[in-house]
């Protein structure tokens, strides 16, 4: 079993930013990537990113590429996601997630892990 814990969400207006982190513990010697999704009331869950153990490589969605950066902490096992240029849009709640291997890491049926979400509230 895996757990993962978030902090760092809450309230910013349009333009600021916020960092969120994820620190994972339990079996974290098999994990082979971490990521972020995040649900909007109302909607579905969503990819936000991800990155791979292995090589760091990284992973966005269209909609936050180039003002999301997703990095780790390898000895802390912990991931963050430093998040620029916030938008309205961009409120919801975020959930960490770990998996082993898998598919898309769009696909939220391909993790296997997930945090209980922290808060992000973009006002305008």
């Known amino acids: 079993q895996v757990q993962l814990v978030e902090s760092g969400g809450g309230l910013v207006q349009t333009g600021g930013s916020l960092r969120l982190s994820c620190a994972a513990s339990?079996?974290?010697?098999?994990?082979?990537?971490m990521g972020w999704f995040r649900q909007a009331p109302g909607k579905e869950r969503e990819f936000v990113a991800a990155?791979?153990?292995?090589?760091?490589?990284?992973f966005y969605a269209d909609s936050v590429k180039g003002r999301f950066t997703i990095s780790r902490d390898n000895a802390k096992n912990t991931v963050y996601v430093q998040m620029n240029s916030l938008k309205p849009e961009d409120t919801a709640v975020y959930y960490c997630?770990?998996?082993?291997?898998?598919?898309?890491?769009?696909?939220?049926?391909?993790?296997?892990?997930w945090g209980q979400g922290t808060q992000v509230t973009v006002s305008s």
């Open positions: 990155i791979r153990w292995t090589d760091s490589s990284t």
């Open positions: 339990g079996r974290t010697f098999s994990l082979n990537a």
């Open positions: 997630a770990a998996r082993y291997y898998g598919g898309s890491y769009r696909q939220m049926s391909e993790w296997d892990y």
